[in-house]
């Protein structure tokens, strides 16, 4: 049980916050797996080159992680006052979200489980 009035606990709280621009896009519709792909690939760079590899890349995650990749640049600029060119990516990571079952028709009268995977997408930038 925390002690102490409820304001100061929430002061104590918000000290130990995470002041680093980032971005999290929630049920995001491709599975971790295939996430993890893209985000491998982006990891530790600098925000130029982490997009022009998201451009090119011809995984549909790449798109959705283009997205977010931009929303946490802005996010840098607008309430950070961070400058884009100083930008590097310092944490990216896709955690596992709920899954949609569904039902496929098969021979016999059977019928086989669909599992339609979500995902957590996070992107955490920092200044060099």
Known sequence: MA???RSQIKR???EKKDT??????????????KACFVLDAIRGKDVKTA???LDYNPRYASQITAKLLRSAIANAENNNGMNADNLYIEECYANKGPTMKRIRPRAQGRAYRIE???SHITIVLNER
């Open 3 to 5: 002690k102490g009035h």
């Open 20 to 33: 680093r621009p980032s971005a999290k896009l929630s049920y995001a519709r491709v599975s971790v797996q």
């Open 116 to 118: 339609k995977r979500m």
């Open 12 to 14: 104590e709280r918000n």
């Open 51 to 53: 997009l022009a590899i």
